[in-house]
């Protein structure tokens, strides 16, 4: 089993940055590709970034590209850097991991199996 905690959320004014964290234990060495979700009020869980289980393969959205960073250390600690924040950015975000041996990247929800609590990021105009 696998547990996810975020961490870095918080209100920020457009144009700022956040970086988010999320911290893997159990059994960390059954980790594999890694992603980034958002859900905000009144919508559909989305898709954010991904990452592959060496971090050599990367995947976003395109409505955060070349504004988002995924990355993952070797400590299984997944990151998110968010540089240029907008007001619709503003949804809980969600690590999420998969068991499945892979060395892919994944956009889909259904594809991981493991997830964290969610972090509250909130962007004001």
């Known amino acids: 089993q696998v547990q996810l905690v975020e961490s870095g959320g918080g209100l920020v004014q457009a144009g700022g940055s956040l970086r988010l964290s999320c911290a893997a234990s159990?059994?960390?060495?059954?980790?594999?590709?890694m992603g980034w979700f958002r859900q905000a009020p009144g919508k559909e869980r989305e898709f954010v970034a991904g990452?592959?289980?060496?971090?050599?393969?990367t995947a976003y959205t395109d409505s955060v590209k070349g504004r988002f960073t995924i990355s993952r250390d070797a400590k299984n600690t997944l990151y998110l850097q968010m540089n240029s924040l907008k007001p619709e950015d503003t949804a809980v975000y969600y690590c999420?991991?998969?068991?499945?041996?892979?060395?892919?990247?994944?956009?889909?929800?259904?594809?991981?199996?493991?997830w964290g609590q969610g972090t509250q990021v909130t962007v004001s105009s």
């Open positions: 159990g059994r960390t060495f059954s980790l594999y590709a």
């Open positions: 990452i592959s289980w060496t971090g050599g393969n």
């Open positions: 999420a991991t998969t068991t499945f041996r892979s060395s892919g990247v994944f956009r889909e929800s259904d594809q991981y199996d493991s």
